[in-house]
């Protein structure tokens, strides 16, 4: 059973191009997102360096992987990251953004998007090591009109952690909701390759069946 109460696996995937699958591991169901990330992507960059050896120029992930574990293994093997935020954790600071600027999504939809430098996780960091990163907001207004208790305002926010500080606001936002087709690879391997349903009662063969069938999908591609 996984975390989820549902029958299933949780694999560690890495996408490049959000096309090619680059790295992948099995998991248990009862693993969430977040769980183990550090080692995962631990034994991914050391795989990529035994491998390939090229440089990585942009990392993306959703806000599972704001970790301070996390980001300071990233930040020290890519030249920039793009990391989703938990609302929870950054919202603070969403009312001393006063930059905002108006734009428009893909789909026509009028939003905000402002930024702010912020130094987080200084409870874990050294005094020596505290790290300035850039927080990148966007927001539009909420369907209800209800003011939000936390932020004074009726608007819906989105945010993002990042070490790139010469993008816009906006070009970082964009550059970081590209991840989004990702998931369309996700959609064939599980109802093109299988990954839906295992076809096998243990992890080991299973592990085996998702490797053959990503770099079937990656040939096929």
Known sequence: ?????????????????????????????????????????KRLFEAWSRNDGRSI??????AASYQYDVIKLVESKVRHFYIGCRNSYVDKYYRQITNWKET???????????????????????AADITEY???????????????ILTQDDYEYRSIITNDFDLSAREAAHLY?????????????????????????????????????????????
Do not use: C
Not at 57 to 62: E, K, T
Not at 104 to 126: L, M, N, T
């Open 57 to 62: 120029d942009v990392f993306r992930a959703d």
């Open 104 to 126: 428009i999504d893909h789909e026509g939809v009028a939003y905000q998007v402002g930024s702010i430098r912020i130094k987080p996780f200084a409870q874990r960091s050294q």
């Open 1 to 41: 059973m996984s975390y989820k109460k549902q029958y299933g696996y949780q694999p560690g995937v890495a996408t490049l191009n959000q096309k090619f699958v680059v790295y992948l591991e099995n998991r248990n169901g009862n693993s969430d997102a977040k769980s183990f990330q550090p080692d995962t992507l």
């Open 177 to 221: 909701n590209q991840r989004g087709a990702m998931e369309r690879v996700f959609d064939v391997l599980k109802n093109d390759f299988g990954w839906n349903n295992m076809p096998y009662s243990t992890l080991e063969k299973n592990h085996v069946f998702l490797i053959l069938t990503a770099i079937v999908n990656n040939l096929y591609q």
């Open 134 to 148: 850039r927080l990148v907001v966007k927001r539009r207004k909420n369907k209800s009109g209800q003011i939000d």
